[in-house]
């Protein structure tokens, strides 16, 4: 984040609050807050028969994010961002130019703690974003995706000639609190080493681990439509039940050249399988993830480009963080194709282009099953975004 110094305002009304932490005996905390966000501006367009009245949508979309960081003392940061969009989607901070110029939409996003235990060990908790501090891909977590719970890291940089670094965590996530039954929440962990390999590539490997605990209070939800965004696309029972638990895993590998100064390549794969898949989804379990990117776009007349696979089963992954661009949820087979090209300074263009369809168009299981979200129709789906960043 840019940093900026708070205004005397500002100043006044922490004091007013009598929040006291200092640096020192001169700095305020409330001086060393770290400002930053973005802002990006949206056309996207449809082609999808069958879902609309000319099987064709246009609108315009904004993104607008925007908080801070501060450092309390030397080892704990307190953060807090405010978010566009609908609260009760948490795939998509996009609010839609309409509603003939009514108010839109700002809410609270994100507001944690983190604490450093050592230079190697921290723990963040609270509700943020888990983006950077693991290794995911679009297609299982949505990159606007802001977790709630608590996530213990563990970084190693350097260790050894050959090894860039180790990484590793532990993580808890509420998903919902219930007054009577079960509660639902999420655990999982991860661990992956960098490797150096010569001057100019790194290697990254890992493997993950992901088990939910009553799921089903979730895709209920959805269905009550207290939970929007991604449609339910997992295989249900007669009574609109979830046939499967979710304990997933996950291996990965990423590759990095930076050999060509202009064009830098990466290369990333995700393997993924549903351990809890039970009766006639265990046939529908498996997902593949592969991305490759050429370029750079943080300078201007800087250009990349970027191509996308999805392939998921029904029951491979959980549908409610999955990439809700795709519209299909876990059930989807498509492709992304990405042109980014770089303006002025924190400034780029993003064209993109989305062609998905379900990966199960029609369900044969045993008398009783079905596939949630079905939609056997091809979509594509464009957009032309300009990002600012600050």
Do not use: C
């Not at 390999?197 to 959805?222: C, H, I, M, R």
């Amino acid at each position: 984040m840019k940093r900026m110094k708070v205004p005397s305002a500002g100043m006044l009304l922490v004091a007013l609050l009598g929040v006291g932490a200092t640096f020192g005996e001169e700095t305020q905390w409330y001086e060393k807050l770290d400002f930053g966000g973005d802002f990006r501006l949206r056309y996207e367009g449809f082609d999808h028969p069958g879902k609309y009245d000319d099987r064709e949508r246009n609108r315009f979309r904004y993104r607008l994010r925007l908080g801070f960081e501060t450092k309390v003392n030397d080892n704990l940061r307190v953060g807090v961002q405010m978010r566009s969009g609908n609260p009760n989607d948490p795939v998509s901070d996009n609010q839609t130019l309409d509603g003939g110029f009514s108010k839109k939409s700002f809410s609270l996003a994100e507001a944690y703690v983190d604490y450093a235990i050592s230079s190697e060990f921290s723990i963040i908790a609270g509700k943020f974003s888990p983006k950077k501090l693991w290794k995911v891909s679009d297609m299982q977590y949505d990159d606007d995706i802001v977790s709630e719970g608590f996530m213990a890291r563990w970084h190693r940089r350097g260790a050894g000639d050959a090894v860039a670094a180790i990484n590793a965590s532990v993580f808890g996530f509420a998903l919902e609190e219930a007054s009577s039954g079960k509660d639902a929440y999420l655990i999982g962990a991860q661990f992956r080493p960098t490797f150096r390999l010569g001057e100019t590539d790194t290697l990254s490997f890992g493997v993950g681990y992901e088990n939910y605990a009553n799921p089903q209070v979730v895709v209920d939800l959805t269905v009550e439509g207290k939970l929007s965004g991604n449609k339910v696309s997992h295989v249900l029972d007669q009574d609109g039940n979830l046939v499967s638990d979710f304990e997933i895993v996950n291996a990965f590998v990423e590759w990095r050249n930076s050999s060509s100064e202009k064009w830098p390549v990466t290369v990333s794969a995700f393997l993924y399988e549903n351990l809890g898949a039970e009766g006639a989804a265990k046939n529908q379990s498996s997902a593949v993830y592969a991305r490759v990117q050429i370029g750079k776009y943080k300078k201007p007349g800087e250009k990349a480009f970027r191509l996308t696979r999805y392939l998921a089963d029904p029951d491979a992954i959980f549908y409610a963080w999955a990439q809700s661009d795709t519209t299909r949820g876990s059930n989807v087979d498509g492709w992304r194709g990405d042109f980014r090209l770089g303006l002025r300074s924190n400034t780029h263009l993003n064209i993109t282009w989305y062609r998905t369809r379900a990966r199960v168009s029609a369900w044969n299981g045993p008398s009783g099953t079905t596939v949630g979200g079905l939609d056997s129709q091809t979509m594509n789906r464009w957009q032309l975004d300009y990002i600012l960043k600050f």
